[in-house]
């Protein structure tokens, strides 16, 4: 069976690297030439709209997506002639914040107050409706924090208009939330869904940094987040991995946004899951039996972001696991990352403590005791 | 850093897949045009004896095989231009039965009896010194089985000699083990070496079929183990992964050969070590920090000879970590390999109930109470 993906990034490249196990081939579609997935599999160079007229794309068993901002509208074309899982519905409702906010309303999942804005009365029109601290983000092709601004008073609004006007906006309330967290699933078209642990996650200027799992929760909080993503896969007739990105606090669980895709958030479950989320999205994808998507301990990744960092002390740390991407360094792009992996939390800890000395000031200052088992 | 491979099968595979999560390169010379490693690195399509003339070959950082009868002398001419590890000796050693066991007694390292044949009346003074039953074996390039043959009587000897007289032999003395076993180690260039957990191995006409590690066993029979390994490895200075195949029995421990590469009787260590084999030997061959070689739970691993099984009902097996080459069938070849992974004996017993019935007959009937937890 082949499989066409459409994006060539890290997520391709890690679904390549897990789906040659189960037998599967693979070709993949991105714009650039130098796309890392291309390391691991056939790489054709073009834009997304010539998607639904590369043959080989054509040819393929099942369309899958690496990057959740292919227009709906080339998934639409190609599903007139290959299976495209997930299909264009969830990326329709992914692609448009408002769409997005106002389909997980619609399922009562909870989510912060939002308003539509496309002019400067409607946004003070949302702002005294929400108030503020408020965000302001474009509905679309918003990634890694870009195209957002936090409007933390009045003086905020003309610099944010001024940055984001010309594009249709959402204002989103400002959530006082102790945590981040993400939930990934998998479903199957049977619609059999299979849940991993929640992980935490902290993000700096809005790039993911790092994701522990699984999170040390109240396991009512983890039903819930459950509930709210079977609720939005079985609407969405989902079929692969899909990660509900929530915020947790006083206010309990809010929703922010999902993926349609394989998830940053869950990179762990290459080592810490009995079947990474790469190999689960596939295996759904390929009509094969879901994997266990059972814990092997304790896990907690690190993004590595711009650049590599110098691998050779880090690779002594008992239970790191280390993945480049190839990618070329550049500012905020994400290259790699690592998994601490470990049998229990005591052990984390510990190897956690040998890593710290190790790490960029950054990455060491973000390591805070709530997610880190040190306390 | 770039590693040329010689050899392009499923060991070159794994160590690519495993290689390019730590940022190295690869290029594989093989000389069959499906090799398949060549689906995940470059290929070379050409002979060994024209390693030393290919350009991209002298232009990588190292040299590592995934095939122990790559000939000597092309690692030595290539030696002259790149750093090959490990490095030609261990291969002179490892390519000529009589070599490998002049040297592990050389080391103290107890092995069968053996002697030289290369005339009828040669073998008649061997058996008449070893006795019988014996095993006649071509000096070189025998493999999985090939290039044997059992003498029980007096009555064998004609047909053996004449399916093997032609080449030079080694007859050894038939060994009465109760199990054979693999330890795998790896060594870096400065000369720390690191162990993996003895393998029981369980082979069929020539050819490994299961391996269960750790193999429950008395530990002073894993140290004697680790000493010969040890011996071995500082004598050849080698540098990479290296494994020795063991007979146990009421005599004790009896080393049997020597493979100088990564080894099918340690594929269990992608999913059950900290650290693969297949990364463990390019950290050493690159220089990179050793990886931690601890348990990750418990392990047995099958061999898929010939074609690949069905896969949707053993997908479905909980722990079943799956492993297809790529590669085309033909009878008696490796084409892929599984590995069941548990917490613990109780688990992987569980798991290996839900198995047995899905496997064929033979593979079934290899699970032998010695082997598997089901005692």
Chains 1, 2 share one sequence.
């Not at 769409?99 to 409607?122: C, G, N, T």
Request: one cysteine or more; aromatic letters at 6%.
């Amino acid at each position: 069976m082949r499989i066409g993906i459409l994006g060539g990034g890290q997520l391709a490249r890690m679904m390549v690297a897990a789906g040659i196990e189960l037998g599967l081939d693979f070709i993949v579609l991105d714009p650039a030439s130098d796309a890392c997935a291309g390391q691991l599999a056939p790489l054709i160079i073009g834009d997304w709209a010539s998607a639904s007229e590369q043959p080989e794309l054509l040819a393929c068993d099942r369309i899958t997506c690496d990057f959740e901002n292919v227009p709906a509208a080339v998934l639409e074309s190609l599903a007139a002639a290959v299976t495209v899982r997930p299909g264009p519905m969830a990326f329709e409702a992914a692609q448009d914040r408002l769409v997005e906010k106002s389909l997980l309303r619609q399922l009562s999942i909870p989510v912060p107050d939002f308003a539509p804005v496309s002019s400067r009365p409607e946004l003070l029109a949302a702002i005294e409706r929400i108030g503020l601290p408020a965000v302001l983000k474009t509905r679309r092709l918003g990634y890694d924090g870009k195209g957002q601004a936090v409007l933390r008073s009045q003086e905020d609004l003309e610099p944010a208009w001024q940055a984001l006007g010309e594009h249709e906006l959402i204002l989103e309330a400002w959530v006082p939330y102790r945590h981040e967290c993400a939930l990934t699933a998998v479903r199957c078209a049977g619609g059999e869904i299979r849940f991993y642990p929640l992980s935490w996650t902290v993000h700096d200027q809005g790039i993911l940094r790092l994701a522990r799992a699984p999170a040390p929760v109240d396991p009512a909080l983890v039903d819930e987040a459950r509930s709210h993503v079977r609720l939005l896969m079985d609407h969405l007739d989902y079929v692969g991995c899909l990660t509900l990105e929530l915020f947790v606090g006083e206010f309990g669980l809010l929703a922010n946004e999902f993926a349609p895709r394989v998830h940053n958030s869950a990179h762990w479950t290459i080592e810490g899951s009995l079947t990474s989320q790469f190999e689960n999205h596939l295996r759904a994808v390929a009509d094969l039996p879901l994997g266990d998507t059972g814990m092997r301990g304790q896990t907690l990744m690190f993004n590595w972001i711009g650049a590599m960092p110098a691998v050779d002390k880090l690779l002594s740390v008992p239970g790191l696991r280390w993945h480049d991407y190839g990618k070329q360094a550049r500012s905020g792009r994400k290259v790699g990352h690592a998994t601490l992996v470990a049998r229990d939390q005591d052990e984390l800890a510990e190897r956690l403590a040998q890593i710290r000395p190790l790490l960029d000031d950054q990455t060491a200052s973000l390591l805070s005791g709530e997610i880190t088992p040190l306390g």
